[in-house]
């Protein structure tokens, strides 16, 4: 049994239709900012802490859990606390090229033990358009940019302004399911 360790709607979306069968443990684990580490590092170390955080709560199965941040002229920009933060993000993050990270942890476990760890980091790169005030407003409108990493969204067509993406769609919304199916298939 797969058990996501997530409170993110977009996995258990992303799970769902790619057939997965899964159950969600909401994880204890509470991020913290990290500093003096890069992108990469950050994610391992929050997608590590929630997968171990629901590892203690289970005898057999696997773990899943994810976390992801978008980084942009050297700045990361995690989930913004309120609309005004959401739109300065927003305005930072338009008309230039950012990138997704997510860092993924993967726990086999048998009779209350780890015995399989693995943990990678996906990344990918997306451009999104220039935007007016306006068009922000009208999208936060739409869409609840609080929950989602550098405010926007780019699953269900809701989000316009993105015009190009090199890399996995499905990382860019939150799962990079490509590589988590390759590794569960491996069992």
């Known amino acids: 049994m797969i058990t996501l360790a997530s409170n993110s709607p977009r996995r258990r979306q992303i799970l769902k239709q790619h057939g997965i069968r899964f159950r969600v443990i909401r994880p204890d684990y509470h991020e913290k900012k990290i500093s003096g580490k890069g992108p990469s590092q950050i ?20 773990v899943l859990s994810a ?21 300065r993000f927003l305005n930072l993050l338009q008309g ?6 997510t860092g993924v942890a993967i726990l086999r476990i048998e009779a209350g ?32 940019p609080l929950d989602k990493a550098g405010g926007y969204a780019l699953q269900a067509g809701r989000f316009s302004g993105t015009k190009q993406i090199r890399g996995s769609y499905f990382n860019a919304v939150g799962l990079p399911i490509e590589r988590i199916l390759s590794i569960l298939s491996e069992r």
């Open 96 to 101: 230039r090229w950012q990138t997704v990270y």
């Open 43 to 62: 994610v391992r170390v929050h997608a590590i802490g929630k997968a171990m955080s629901v590892a203690q709560r289970i005898l057999t199965g696997t």
């Open 113 to 144: 033990e780890i015995q399989k760890k693995i943990v990678f980091v996906e990344k990918t790169r997306i451009f999104l358009e220039k935007m007016d005030l306006k068009k922000i407003k009208a999208y936060f409108r739409k869409v609840n």
């Open 67 to 87: 976390d992801s941040i978008v980084y942009c002229a050297g700045r990361i920009i995690g989930k913004p606390r309120d609309l005004k933060e959401a739109s």
